[in-house]
C-alpha cells in the first residue's frame, strides 16, 4: 500500500503563492509518476498538473505559467508552487500517485491523498 499526506493548504489572498507539499510513504518504491488534481466547490475534480518518471510535465492550460510542478526522488515527495493565484484556484487538492511512467487518466489513479484545502480570497 502507498500512502500521500498533502500539507500547505491554506488561506492566501488573491496574487499571493502558496507552495504544497505530498509525501510518499509504505510501498513508495513502486511510484513511478505524481501529480495534482483539484476539486473546487460544485465541480468536478479536474488535473493540476503531472509528472512522468522522466521529468515531462503536463499542466492544465488554466495554470500555466502560474504553477510549477517538481519532486525531490530522495524524499519521494512532490511539491506544487502555485504563484498568481486566483480565487477561481479556491479547491482542495489532491496528491496522485501511480505505478506508471507517467499518468494517463484520472479515473486509473491508483493512489490519492486525502487533500488540502487552498482558499484564495478577493
Known amino acids: 500500500q502507498v500512502q500521500l499526506v498533502e500539507s500547505g493548504g491554506g488561506l492566501v489572498q488573491a496574487g499571493g503563492s502558496l507552495r504544497l507539499s505530498c509525501a510518499a510513504s509504505g510501498s513508495s518504491f513502486s511510484i513511478r509518476s505524481m501529480g495534482w488534481y483539484r476539486r473546487a466547490p460544485g465541480k468536478q475534480r479536474e488535473l493540476v498538473a503531472t509528472?512522468?518518471?522522466?521529468?515531462?510535465?503536463n499542466y492544465a492550460d488554466s495554470v500555466k505559467g502560474r504553477f510549477t510542478i517538481s519532486r525531490d526522488g530522495a524524499a519521494n515527495t512532490v511539491y506544487l508552487q502555485m504563484n498568481s493565484l486566483k480565487p477561481e484556484d479556491t479547491a482542495v487538492y489532491y496528491c496522485?500517485?501511480?505505478?506508471?511512467?507517467?499518468?494517463?487518466?484520472?479515473?486509473?489513479?491508483?493512489?490519492w491523498g486525502n487533500g488540502t484545502l487552498v482558499t484564495v480570497s478577493s
Open positions: 496522485a500517485a501511480d505505478h506508471s511512467y507517467r499518468i494517463t487518466y484520472m479515473a486509473a489513479v491508483p493512489y
Open positions: 509528472m512522468s518518471s522522466i521529468d515531462n510535465t
